[in-house]
């Protein structure tokens, strides 16, 4: 099962989690080696990569060894659109760090070959030894990344149409719910699975049931998360009122 830790609040998950991020990239430039980090989109993270600009800007961090790859796209958004996730990316983290950009992977979704994009981004994960830590939110249908229910455990990066719940869920970011795409490219259960170590955070009452979900209900595609029931090593950093439904 996935270890539990409750955090006073959102900045001290995020700095837990941003600390472990940080030892990892020290290690390995230490050993001269890369770190293959899996990232997360939407407002859940946003402290998460506050708190690593301000360890490069402030304790000299540095990402130059790092290699990241997302775990979605919108279908249809080119990395310029305002609410692509490549964009969130670059003005969130990848711009006021010093990654080399050609080290960040975020899958294509406007590839004129979807599916070969999708068997490319898998590849890319590969070619770079594996993801070591692979940072999550959580959706409130209880998907991760946008593998949506029903997402069976042995799914791959591929294209996947949207929950209306989950499309309302970000229509604030796009204005209106009628804008916010349909579909999206997605890493799967199983390329998620795949990382070594896997942080997920979730904060706010809002996603209080669906944790409570994804811990006590057999591993099942309706709840995708509960898949990471399977993993041996994740962490699930809370705040109070993301935990407030878990027996802990
Ligand atoms: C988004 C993303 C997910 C994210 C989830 C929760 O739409 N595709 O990767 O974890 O839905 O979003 P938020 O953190 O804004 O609650």
Known sequence: MPQVRVHSDSDAAAAAVAHDIADLLITGQKAGRNVVLGLATGSTPLPLYR??????????????????????????LNGDHPQSYRRYMQVNLFELVDIPRSSTHVPDA???????????????????????????????????????????????????????????????????????????????????LGARRVALLAFGTAKAEVVRRAFTEKPNADCPATWLQEHSACTYHLDPASASLLKT
Not at 51 to 74: G, K, M, P, Q, W
Not at 146 to 167: A, C, K, M, Q, W
Request: one cysteine or more; a negative charge; aromatic letters at 6%.
């Open 51 to 76: 708190e690593l600009v301000r360890l490069h800007r402030e304790e000299s961090l540095s990402f130059r060894n790092a290699v990241t790859f997302n775990l979605d796209e919108y279908e249809g």
């Open 110 to 192: 406007v590839a004129a070959d979807p599916d070969a994009a999708c068997r490319a981004f898998e590849a890319a994960i590969v070619a770079a030894g594996g993801i070591d830590l692979q940072v999550l939110g959580i959706g409130r249908t209880g998907h991760i990344g946008f593998n949506e229910p029903p997402s069976g455990r042995h799914t791959r990066t591929r294209r996947v149409v949207l929950d209306e719940i989950t499309r309302r869920d970000n229509a604030a970011f796009f204005g209106s719910v009628d804008s916010v795409p349909r579909a999206a490219v997605t890493m799967g259960v199983d390329t998620i």
